[in-house]
């Protein structure tokens, strides 16, 4: 359920349910700029309401949920499964000034799905941490495995006494807080502790705390580029690179998904191309 008061506690503004006919745990929350609002966690629920879904049926076993509720909680802006044909869970979401929708959690499916650029495209071990973003409207742009040779996951804190799990700026970078009961984590070359922090023990399996940042944009950029100065009369040229589609909008209407457009030059063209390339 989602329920949401005023600013003194002393009225209910909106309330609803969200959930299937089994089980459904809300382990994350967040409110974008807009005052839309994203949940996430774990269903058992084969009748998980699903809307604009990325992935309309449930695996085998437990999957993630990713829903957007519009700000007065009357709408679903979307929803959908995430998982693979094992268990996996949700521990934590933020969304970026952008809209831009970040999840991490757990999985233990091999088959999680995981993107082109991924930074771990494979699962290793018994159980991974995984990162994935979405598009404010759904769209599923970046996902990955992380993880050692053992079991890693991803709580809402890092033990008992750790704050946030998950932080984002508006760049694609997400910092993830959380453990890992493995002897192989992987680190980087400069770190300040390789071999992590003796939290926990439990049946000889060591559980230690880890701090991990993922870039989740593609490392090359797009650019765009002209060969103005032009006089009237001739062609203005634009191009562009780094991207699979793209979108130019200039002066009067003007618009093209061409790559590298070409306009005609007089007064009226004359001013500033914006070119748009998705993330």
Not at 45 to 65: M, R, Y
Not at 123 to 146: I, K, P
Not at 194 to 207: L, R
Request: proline content about 3%; some cysteine; glycine content about 12%.
């Amino acid at each position: 359920f989602v329920t949401k008061l005023n600013t003194t506690g002393s009225a209910l503004v909106a309330s609803t349910f969200a959930g299937g006919t089994s089980d459904d745990l809300c382990y994350g929350l967040d409110i974008a700029t807009d005052g839309s609002i994203v949940l996430t966690g774990r269903t058992y629920s084969t009748d998980f309401p699903v809307v604009l879904a990325h992935q309309a049926v449930k695996g085998e076993e437990s999957d993630i949920f990713v829903s957007k509720l519009n700000a007065s909680l009357s709408t679903m802006v979307f929803s959908t499964y995430l998982g693979g044909t094992w268990h996996e869970a949700a521990r934590n979401v933020k969304i970026d000034a952008l809209g831009t929708i970040y999840v991490t959690g757990w999985t233990g499916s091999g088959d999680f799905e995981t993107t082109l650029d991924a930074a771990q495209p494979v699962m290793s071990g018994g159980g991974d941490v995984f990162l994935t973003r979405f598009s404010a409207a759904g769209e599923l742009l970046y996902s990955t495995f992380y993880g050692g040779n053992g079991i890693s996951g991803v709580l809402t804190y890092a033990g008992e006494e750790s704050g946030q799990g998950l932080w984002v700026d508006n760049t694609g970078t997400a910092q993830i807080s959380g453990y890992a009961i493995t002897d192989g984590f992987p680190v980087t070359p400069v770190n300040l502790q390789a071999t992590g922090i003796v939290v926990a023990e439990e049946d000889n399996n060591t559980t230690e705390g880890f701090v991990l940042t993922i870039n989740t944009c593609p490392s090359n950029f797009s650019t765009a580029s002209s060969n103005s100065p032009v006089c009237e009369n001739s062609n203005i040229n634009l191009m562009a690179d780094g991207g699979t589609t793209y979108s130019w909008s200039g002066p009067n209407g003007s618009s093209s998904n061409d790559q590298n457009p070409n306009f005609s030059a007089h007064a009226q063209s004359g001013g500033t191309y914006t070119l748009t390339v998705p993330r």
